[in-house]
């Protein structure tokens, strides 16, 4: 168990430039989470997967934003057209659910910080 | 909705005296209550969570907390500071119920903890 891993860890863009971010979640976990958050500020939920299903999206993600699992294994986040509002860590999360009355506790990665210049 | 606020964005304390970190919730269904740590330039690690049952938690690291209904209160507390608790710690709740299960997290907006020699 090699944790939660996020690429790259670092991101500088130009803004209106597209960016795309990974994140592997530990093999076992079947849900996926994004999470954005700003300097001097908590994370905010983004979105969140089940196997390959996007089941909630917030009202944080702009149609500027695209996430996907394909094979329900590892996630891809996608900016377009970069603003510097974009500026913040993305951190990604993953725990592993059975029903209402289980589910792992969320264990996150070191994040990507993207700067948007 | 559900919200957390942490009182205090800077707490200090001196090496070997109490840690008391105040966390209040607002929910309208039962919460899952939960505390976690972040290290510059890392992600986030959980330290300990309130589900159902006893209202003192213990976690890692020597910390605990206690979940009270009838402040609306999940404070965190150690005995005895060292110097690598220094860190932001933030409190987080989950609507269980509401999200069936998904324990998509709400943050508070951290408390920074400085140790002094």
């Known amino acids: 168990d090699t944790g939660v891993s996020q690429d790259p860890r670092h991101k500088i863009t130009k803004r209106g430039q597209n960016v795309t971010f990974r994140c592997d979640p530990i093999?076992?976990?079947?849900?996926l989470y994004w999470y954005r958050q700003t300097l001097g500020q908590g994370p905010e939920f983004l979105t969140y997967?089940?196997?390959?299903?996007?089941?909630?999206k917030s009202r944080l993600l702009s149609d500027r934003f695209s996430a996907e699992r394909p094979k329900g294994s590892f996630s891809t986040l996608e900016i377009q057209r970069t603003e510097q509002g974009d500026s913040a860590m993305y951190l990604c999360?993953?725990?592993?659910?059975?029903?209402?009355?289980?589910?792992?506790?969320?264990?996150f990665g070191n994040g990507t910080r993207l700067t948007v210049t | 909705a559900q919200s957390v606020t942490q009182l205090g964005s800077h707490v200090s304390v001196s090496e070997g005296a109490l840690v008391l970190l105040r966390c209040n919730y607002s929910?309208?269904?039962?919460?899952?209550l939960f505390w976690y740590v972040q290290y510059p330039n890392q992600g986030l690690q959980l330290l300990l969570k309130?589900?159902?049952?006893?209202?003192l938690v213990k976690g890692i690291n020597g910390f605990e907390a206690e979940f009270k209904k009838s402040e609306t209160s999940f404070h965190l507390t150690k005995p005895s500071a060292h110097m690598s608790d220094a860190a932001e710690y933030f409190c987080?709740?989950?609507?269980?119920?509401?999200?069936?299960?998904?324990?998509?997290?709400?943050f508070g907006t951290g408390t920074q903890l400085k140790v002094e020699l």
């Open positions: 999360a993953s725990s592993y659910f059975i029903s209402r009355t289980y589910n792992s506790p969320l264990h």
């Open positions: 093999s076992e976990h079947n849900r």
């Open positions: 997967f089940q196997n390959e299903a996007q089941l909630e």
């Open positions: 929910s309208s269904v039962p919460p899952y």
């Open positions: 309130y589900t159902t049952g006893a209202t």
């Open positions: 987080a709740v989950s609507d269980q119920e509401l999200t069936g299960g998904g324990n998509k997290l709400t």
